[in-house]
């Protein structure tokens, strides 16, 4: 019964943390080790001691899985080169660091449990960076480039702390280092690979949403497991399955699974990186306790965390920038055809947050190693330090550098083009159905309907006008009225008994499900209005050659006045002037100039917006 309290403790005060640290604009990671720690040194709160099984058997693999299979597998091949330089090169380079710097300062610690401090404060936790960086709306490809990090980084230390622990005993060579790595890296992508087959021959015939999500929570462990039974790395293995099972998930389930699996474990991932950080707080207390005995002097111990928590700051950075200079030779980014920035760099040699995996790697030193208590200590010191010392100043650095953060109007844009490329397929494929057989019910002109209407929601989200509702906007308001109506008299019905409990359910289930559509689609809507002006680069040969006509002061569409019609928004033909209405408005005159003169490329004329369009290869610039 007491552990059962106090796991309802701890999820109760994280989740009421969570919330108000939302409803404040505090990042809830830090607020939670602020609250762990000052948790810790309350009477009657009992002592939570993490130990090493729990984290790299409990939390590791399902944090590692859910960050890993929601990872774009396409970002993390084309960032490849950094992720590898800060995931092993920066995690050996520290590690070394941190011995030297230690030795220097403490000349009583022998080099092996030098390099096992080093290791084990080696590994920064991208939960915190990346919870922080969304949150202040860092650069993707920033966000990427830590999320890929910290999906292996935790196999490099944990080999390298394992080869520090062995060398305590007795002396290993560096050739011995180089092929446990070797074993360990290979190992886990073999493990990972595998269960990536087995995994997808299952799914391939189950459909069930149920079945495929229980079967979801069991892979993470499976994979780490097997992997750890043959020495091999479980991070890695987690890393890989979930890597590969995510890229292919459109192929491999059904639409109902993919939904049901993203949820769950995105409440996964919610519950258990919050509960991480109350844990490190909540350990305070009898970690400072412990130190108190050391042999070594509070003034020495002192001086050794202030020594490596300075040493992996200055570390972290020394690396990025010498790598960025010396192995990257920053070239032009794939996506936006610009060099990168040193401030992205400066922002990710900053984000070095330690986290859990810091915690749970100081507890697997062996409990009779000579002064122990300093390794506990001093990994406690660098968490809480980074946390708070980096973690609080990287919003304001990243104001500071003007990095720009992803534009909720270029999303936009990308996402109309998107769907309209798609909506071009899927009308040849339509085409094709059309002429196999008749269609006496008009089927096609409804499915055409309805596909158009889709897209048109997705252009409209550029809109900016103030004071007037797009289509959309009020598609949105009346079918949420009509929803509302709809479910009270269902739930009426329901309260009779004369309908069957499982209908009932279907229905709001149906009724939930649009609702919740039309929510997101607000949700979009929102965040435009908050942004300023779209700006994409040319996506194909008209967008690059085409002439930059200048909107009139008062742009009307004449055909819309001459025929009493009223637009939505104004598009303009970028090689003859013409201003005509858009596609979601009754007439479509901008479409309709375009079939009659085949003039390629128009761009959008309403306020705020800089954007164009190329009729015939469906591209957006």
């Known amino acids: ?16 943390v969570t919330a108000l640290s939302e409803k404040r604009d505090l990042p809830a990671p830090l607020t939670l080790v602020v609250v762990g720690v000052a ?18 058997l409990g939390l590791l693999p399902p944090l590692l899985y859910a960050a890993a299979v929601t990872t774009s597998l396409v970002d993390f091949n084309a960032n490849r080169r950094p992720i590898l330089l800060l995931s092993v090169g920066l995690v050996v380079f520290s590690t070394l660091g941190v011995a030297a710097v230690l030795r220097l300062v403490v000349p009583d610690l022998d080099w092996p449990l030098a390099l096992a401090i080093g290791a084990v404060v080696a590994p920064p936790d991208a939960v915190a960076a990346t919870a922080i960086g969304r949150r202040i709306g860092l650069p993707r490809r920033v966000v990427t480039i830590l999320e890929g990090e910290s999906l292996l980084n935790d196999a490099t230390a944990l080999v390298a702390l394992r080869m520090a622990i062995a060398a305590l005993g007795s002396s290993v060579t560096l050739w011995e280092i180089g092929l446990d790595f070797v074993v360990a890296a290979g190992g886990g992508v073999l493990v990972g690979g595998l269960t990536f087959l087995v995994v997808g021959f299952v799914r391939k015939r189950v459909t069930d949403p149920l079945l495929d999500t229980a079967i979801s929570l069991v892979i993470p462990f499976a994979a780490y497991i097997a992997a750890e039974e043959i020495h091999a790395s479980g ?8 890597l590969l099972l995510g890229h292919v998930a459109p192929l491999l389930q059904t639409a109902p699974s993919r939904i049901a699996e993203r949820t ?34 509070a003034r020495t111990t002192v001086l050794a965390c202030a020594a490596t928590l300075a ?7 020394l690396w990025v920038f010498a790598a960025r200079a010396l192995l990257m030779r920053p070239g032009p980014d794939p996506v936006t055809g610009e060099k990168v920035s040193w401030r992205y760099s400066l922002l990710i040699g900053w984000a070095g947050m330690r986290g859990v995996v810091t915690l749970a790697a100081a507890f697997v030193v062996p409990l009779d190693t000579e002064h122990r208590e300093i390794v506990l200590i001093v990994a406690f010191t660098v968490v809480a330090g980074t946390l708070l010392g980096q973690g609080l100043t990287l919003p304001w650095l990243a104001r500071r550098l003007g990095v720009p953060s992803p534009d909720p109007h270029d999303d936009a844009l990308a996402r109309a083009t998107l769907l309209q490329q798609a909506a ?35 252009w409209e989200r550029l809109g900016t006008t103030e004071g007037e509702e797009s289509p959309s906007d009020l598609y949105a308001r009346w079918r949420g009225e009509m929803i509302d109506a709809e479910r009270r008299r269902v739930l009426e019905i329901r309260s009779t008994g004369a309908v069957p409990s499982e209908v009932v359910s279907d229905v709001l289930a149906m009724l939930d499900v649009e609702e919740s559509m039309l929510d997101a689609a607000d949700a979009a809507r929102a965040d435009l209005r908050t942004t300023g002006r779209v700006q994409r680069r040319d996506g194909c040969e008209h967008l690059a050659h085409v002439p930059l006509l200048d909107p009139p002061a008062e742009p009307a569409c004449a055909d819309c006045l001459a025929e009493g019609t009223r637009w939505v928004a104004l598009r303009m033909c970028l ?19 375009f079939r009659a003169t085949q003039h390629p490329v128009m761009r959008s004329v309403e306020p705020d917006e800089d954007w164009r369009w190329c009729f015939v290869h469906h591209q957006s610039g």
């Open 1 to 16: 019964m007491e552990i059962a309290l106090l796991l309802l403790a701890v999820a109760v005060t994280v989740l009421t």
């Open 424 to 458: 071009k397929a899927g009308f040849r494929r339509l085409d094709e159905l059309a002429a196999e057989g008749d269609d006496p019910h008009h089927v096609r002109e409804l499915i055409v309907q309805r596909i158009e209407q889709r897209n048109f929601a997705a």
């Open 235 to 242: 991070v890695v293995a987690v890393v890989v399955a979930g």
């Open 264 to 297: 769950n474990w995105r409440t996964i991932a919610y519950i258990l990186e919050n509960t991480v950080f109350l844990l490190i707080g909540l350990q305070a207390d009898w970690l400072i306790r412990e130190v108190g005995g050391s042999e070594l002097g």
């Open 39 to 56: 948790a810790s040194y309350l009477p009657g709160v009992p002592e939570v001691h993490l130990e090493p099984e729990e984290v790299l």
């Open 311 to 317: 040493a992996v700051v200055v570390l972290r950075l």
């Open 575 to 593: 090689t003859c002037g013409n201003v005509g209405c858009c596609d979601s408005s009754p007439r479509r005159h901008a479409t309709a100039h």
